[in-house]
């Protein structure tokens, strides 16, 4: 609502672009809206790093101009002028090979849009990274699942100079008092296994028991 409230208030007509779906990418796993609506000087975050390293994953800039081949010129926060365009994203499914043990790959889709979502307003989870002179933080009991010490803690550190909290004081302790950051699932204890197998039978070396054993 504040990203559209913003957009709307500036001066000057909207561009919208109408982004790409190539095979399978569920929609709700889009990295950045299928109808992306900017103008000059709306405020965007990059959300995927560059090639040519102009830019990082979280960098805040404005857009400067749009030009007739739909190119974007966005000023990031140094001062730089960059020319923006249209980047790619891949749904890719990952199978364990039991037979081979290792861990493949298969592409089911490809989603092509400009790699930038409006940033007057951005989720404390892509702020990390970034820093910003103000920070105000909306703090609700609403928001339960992410009343957490770590979250709140990102959050509050992204500012330079001042932070504003708006909501419940209540929220706020409970944040303070939760340390749970939950249990991540992820292929790492797979992909140390995979490695320490490997490299037994590379470089004919065995590797202590213990280190692959405690990675499964």
């Avoid at 559209?4 to 095979?23: H, M, R, V, Y």
């Avoid at 390293?53 to 140094?78: C, K, S």
Wanted: net charge neutral; aromatic share 10%.
């Amino acid at each position: 609502f504040i990203n559209e409230k913003k957009l709307a208030e500036l001066p000057g007509d909207s561009t919208i672009f109408t982004g790409e779906i190539k095979g399978e990418f569920p929609e709700n796993s889009l990295p950045t809206q299928m109808e992306l609506e900017v103008k000059p000087g709306a405020q965007i975050i990059f959300i995927k790093n560059d090639y040519e390293r102009r830019w990082v994953n979280g960098t805040i800039g404005t857009i400067a101009g749009i030009d007739e081949d739909e190119t974007l010129y966005v000023i990031t926060e140094d001062g730089k002028e960059v020319d923006v365009k249209k980047d790619s994203w891949r749904n890719i499914r990952y199978r364990y090979n039991d037979k081979e043990k290792k861990i493949e790959e298969e592409e089911l889709g490809v989603f092509i849009q400009y790699p930038i979502r409006l940033a007057w307003a951005i989720t404390i989870h892509k702020s990390q990274g970034s820093e910003c002179q103000v920070v105000i933080i909306p703090w609700l009991k609403a928001f339960y699942p992410m009343l957490k010490r770590n979250i709140f803690y990102t959050g509050i550190t992204r500012a330079k100079q001042r932070v504003y909290i708006v909501g419940e004081w209540k929220a706020v302790c409970q944040a303070i008092h939760t340390d749970d950051t939950g249990t991540r699932k992820t292929m790492l204890a797979v992909k140390i296994q995979q490695y320490c197998e490997r490299y037994q039978r590379q470089e004919n070396r065995r590797i202590p028991a213990t280190i692959c054993n405690r990675a499964v």
